[in-house]
């Protein structure tokens, strides 16, 4: 598992459990919540949405 993929999940107060089938659940740190299973691919993208966006609303 990439480090910059858990740091940046981190940032968002994000974790990763892996799940069976090359499947991932992204968790939420604080609550415990888990969401829906995914490919790593999927979470690299929403990943780096979240960071676009994250920077256009500092520019």
Do not use: F
């Not at 981190?10 to 740190?29: A, P």
């Not at 609550?31 to 966006?53: A, D, P, R, V």
């Amino acid at each position: 598992m990439p480090i910059d993929l858990q740091a940046g999940l981190y940032y968002y107060g994000l974790g990763l459990l892996k799940r069976e089938n090359h499947l991932y659940c992204l968790v939420d740190l604080q609550t415990g919540e888990w969401y829906e299973k995914m490919t790593i691919y999927y979470i690299e993208k929403l990943l780096s949405q979240w960071n676009q966006i994250r920077i256009s609303q500092y520019q």
